[in-house]
């Protein structure tokens, strides 16, 4: 190897050997600096060939069957029942109450006023009132066998979410769930594994996949408009801290403990549920691979419970392990890339970054904008955002909003996407149509949750996205452009 002697110089300023030139793996490659080991441990390297997902998984248990493109036996009224109606699930009574073709005929919650409470909108705003179930945290499978409803809706707190889901379809009900739809691998595999084998739907209820913006994307992704998608950016992005003061009850009770217990991102869909499907994960073209993640440190949770609440309080004997910013890196089998962040801490605008790029121009959220070749005058070097988007909106607009979007939005919920994924739910179950999201995108979306958790414990090594499809992603058909 022929090194100048001032490259010789600059190399022994370095403290190199030139001898280590000569021996590395990149030996040849002129003017590449090889480091000096600054590490202690072992630089593992994984295999580029093995994106994953994994190809290890448990076989299909005999009888059950995949469920990727499922469609059930049309109903012509669909019989909803509730599980949990806290915040969330009273608002979902709320609007499913006067949604055509379906009829609330149960409600359950460990609390009875808030069973009752649900009851009473029902019956106000129908005229008709669904039977209560209350007392404790088993109620549901006396309403299951009484009512035997259709459908059940899932709004309890996570720990409950695998349970209920499992035993409602169990109990010959389609289930749907609020995200997140579990919290760890194993109870996704039994939620997966449970839908396969009594052939019903469940359906992770992650209503951010039905807002305009997202809808829009879609349909604008699937048109080619940015041409051959290349990367995406998914969070959420919502201070909570403010619901640590729901101290006994309500959803700080509960989901407080989670910042303790766990480190990693805790509540992943909202933001990549929309990014995995412009991109079709799970669904043909591409699948989750592998993840690595970090944590922030964990501050912010401590400080506001030491303001907030008396030296003695819960909060502030509970240890907050969880890092305040969690970001995670996904690789795709088709070598695509994703940024998932987290934070429920800081105080910061809400966001869910809403970004997907392609090799002809970028769409993204927080607030509106577009750049691309194909857009506005083809000039990518500036956003079109604010009025400029009319034109945008006009053209492109998801046709399943332009035909029910105003009355989604005079209905509200998050600007009308919660009515809109319940207005999808019961036309689905009654035209006998699979579901937009399927049981294995939901499974995928949340394994998130573990995988950061893991990668963040080793140190943010690479680890592996089970296939909940065990291989037949590769036969599922992308979710279309629903009129
Ligand atoms: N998609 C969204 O935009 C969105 C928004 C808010 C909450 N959520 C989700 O909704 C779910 C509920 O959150 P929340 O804020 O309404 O919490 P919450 O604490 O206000 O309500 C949960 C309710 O479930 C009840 N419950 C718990 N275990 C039960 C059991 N075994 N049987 C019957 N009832 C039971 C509780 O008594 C409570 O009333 C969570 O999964 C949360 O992540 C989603």
Not at 180 to 204: G, R
Not at 300 to 305: I, T, V, Y
């Amino acid at each position: 190897m022929n090194i100048s002697s001032s490259r010789r110089r600059f190399l022994q300023q370095l403290g190199l050997a030139t001898g280590a030139l000569a021996t590395s793996s990149i030996a040849g490659a002129q003017n590449v600096i090889v480091p000096p080991n600054l590490g202690t441990g072992k630089i593992i390297v994984p295999d580029p060939n093995k994106i994953g997902p994994s190809t290890s998984f448990p076989a299909r248990a005999a009888g059950a069957k995949y469920m990727g493109g499922f469609r059930a036996p049309k109903l012509d009224k669909v019989k909803v029942a509730f599980v949990g109606v806290g915040k969330r699930g009273v608002s979902h009574v709320n609007q499913m109450a006067v949604i055509d073709g379906a009829e609330i005929v149960g409600i359950c919650d460990v609390y009875d006023d808030l069973a009752k409470r649900s009851a009473d909108i029902v019956e106000k705003k129908t005229g008709k009132r669904p039977e209560t179930f209350s007392g404790s945290e088993t109620a549901y499978i006396d309403m299951m066998k009484k009512v035997k409803p259709d459908a059940v809706i899932i709004c309890p707190s996570w720990e409950w979410h695998s349970k209920i889901t499992c035993d409602v379809m169990k109990l010959g009900a389609h289930a749907f769930v609020e995200v997140p739809m579990a919290v760890s691998i194993k109870e996704l595999w039994e939620i997966v594994d449970t839908s396969e084998k009594t052939q019903k739907h469940c359906m992770q209820m992650e209503n951010c996949n039905y807002g305009r913006e997202e809808l829009l994307y879609l349909n604008m992704v699937r048109q080619g408009v940015i041409g051959d998608l290349l990367h995406g950016e998914a969070a959420y992005i919502h201070d909570l801290r403010s619901e640590m003061d729901e101290v006994e009850r309500g959803t700080g009770s509960w989901r407080t403990y989670h910042y303790s217990k766990r480190n990693g991102n805790v509540y992943p869909t909202h933001g990549l549920g929309p990014v995995a499907q412009y991109m079709n994960l799970a669904r043909k073209d591409d699948n989750f691979g592998r993840l690595v993640s970090f944590s922030s440190p964990a501050i912010g949770r401590k400080r506001h419970a030491q303001a907030k609440f008396p030296a003695d309080h819960k909060w502030n004997k509970l240890e907050f392990n969880c890092g305040d910013i969690n970001n995670a890196l996904i690789k795709t089998t088709m070598g695509r890339t994703i940024l998932v962040q987290w934070d429920e801490t800081s105080p910061r605008p809400y966001s869910r970054i809403n970004l997907i790029q392609g090799t002809l121009g970028t769409l993204t959220g927080f607030p509106t904008r577009v750049a691309g070749l194909n857009l506005g005058d083809g000039n990518f070097h500036r956003w079109i955002q604010g009025g400029e988007l009319d034109a945008i909106y006009d053209k492109y607009d998801h046709p399943l909003w332009k035909r029910v979007g105003d009355l989604a939005t005079k209905m509200g919920g998050h600007g009308g996407m919660d009515y809109l994924m319940l207005f999808r739910m019961i036309e689905c179950l009654r035209n006998g149509e699979p579901m937009d999201q399927n049981v294995y995108e939901g499974a995928f979306w949340c394994a998130v949750s573990e995988l950061t958790e893991k990668s963040v414990a080793q140190g943010g090594m690479p680890v592996v996205f089970p296939d909940f499809t065990r291989g037949d992603w590769k036969t599922t058909e992308p979710l279309g452009v629903i009129q």
